[in-house]
């Protein structure tokens, strides 16, 4: 019975975290069922831990195990991974109870809080990554520089080459860059038959 305060406040933490900020931005079902999963499995598994002399080490060992299988099991992206650690997190928080109820509290809504803010729409809402296919072999980054320039009307960031094809004469490169204000960058991509985009 003395967990059952911080159990009632981890599914609200996991149900603001899923429901609320996860779900309505990114719309992946099948992500909402993993992170409910995984959450509520590691908390009554902390909770059971937390009754034995060596429940702090055995908790942060099912969090990297558990961690390695899911991440080995489907592709995430850096977004659902980091939503994925935080459910993991508010779980072994919750399940163990080594710290008072009101830290455990701040420690969850702490959790929350940090992705309701990193992830909120409005934040690096202009950042942009692409992969392009460009159809020539650019093997000097300068030149490949500006034809990226040229095809996307903005200064590239980064440029991560993919694939260097001298044979087809074609170049995939991951491209980072910040768009400007009014969406140039699609307009202008869409004017250019000469390159894919993705």
Do not use: C, W
């Not at 059952?4 to 992946?28: C, E, G, K, M, N």
Request: aromatic share 6%; net charge neutral; proline share 4%.
């Amino acid at each position: 019975m003395q967990h059952l305060p911080l159990v009632l406040a981890d599914l609200v933490a996991i149900s603001v975290l899923v429901l609320a900020l996860y779900y309505p931005r990114h719309r992946r079902k099948d992500l909402v069922v993993a992170f409910f999963g995984v959450n509520v499995g590691v908390m009554a598994v902390a909770v059971v831990l937390s009754g034995t002399t060596v429940g702090a080490g055995l908790g942060l060992g099912l969090f990297g195990v558990l961690s390695i299988i899911r991440l080995r099991s489907t592709e995430l992206s850096q977004r659902e991974v980091a939503y994925y650690f935080v459910a993991l997190a508010l779980g072994l928080v919750s399940g163990l109870g080594a710290t008072s109820l009101p830290v455990a509290i701040t420690l969850l809504a702490g959790l929350v809080a940090v992705l309701a803010v990193v992830d909120a729409p409005g934040v690096l809402a202009r950042d942009r990554e692409r992969l392009v296919v460009l159809d020539a072999a650019y093997a000097d980054d300068a030149a490949l520089g500006d034809a990226v320039e040229r095809l996307l009307g903005v200064r590239p960031h980064t440029l991560d080459v993919v694939r260097l094809d001298l044979v087809n004469d074609s170049t995939t490169v991951m491209v980072r860059f910040r768009e400007p204000r009014g969406g140039r960058v699609a307009a202008v991509a869409a004017a250019r038959p000469d390159a894919v985009t993705a």
